[in-house]
């Protein structure tokens, strides 16, 4: 086991960069990081709490991009019906479902129509299943029958 849980992103001695050079180069980087992903989960965790409603457009616009594009594991363990093993505190599930509400609101809801396109965009086949579930259509505003 690697240790690393939920809180690890938030434990003493960490902190987040302040500059936005500095936080799109550390978003970047975690998109385009390739090991183990469920090593990322706690950092996709944080990076949709802390960064998808950000004052900065550009930031917001890497936040949704990397967040959906490093829930695609997950979607598909999830769609073929295998139980993932991750975290010991917040299941992969969890995690997925919490990260794609903040990304379909971020659909629905940034100030900004060319982020809420990109953030759709960033939704290919591998989410279709899940975005057809009735608690994602009600978060786009729509009711279910």
């Known amino acids: 086991s690697s240790g690393i849980n939920a809180e690890w992103p938030l434990r003493p001695g960490w902190s987040a960069p302040t500059d936005v050079t500095s936080k ?5 980087t975690i998109g385009e990081f390739k090991f183990d992903d469920k090593l990322l ?6 990076l949709a709490k802390e960064y998808l409603n950000d004052s900065n457009s550009e930031i ?3 936040t949704a991009k990397t967040c959906a594009r ?4 997950c979607v598909k363990a999830t769609n073929a019906g295998v139980s993932m093993v ?12 919490d990260v794609l509400t903040k990304l379909l609101a971020v659909v629905v809801a940034d100030p900004l129509a060319e982020i809420r396109l990109a953030t759709l ?6 989410f279709h ?5 009735s608690e994602n259509i009600q978060v786009l505003g729509y009711e279910t029958v």
């Open 60 to 62: 917001r616009r890497e």
């Open 129 to 133: 299943k899940q975005l057809a579930l």
């Open 86 to 97: 991750g975290a010991r505190v917040y299941s992969p599930h969890t995690m997925m479902t």
């Open 24 to 28: 799109l180069l550390a978003i970047k």
């Open 121 to 126: 965009r960033e939704f290919n086949t591998d």
């Open 70 to 73: 490093k829930l695609i594991p």
């Open 41 to 46: 989960k706690p950092f996709i965790t944080h």
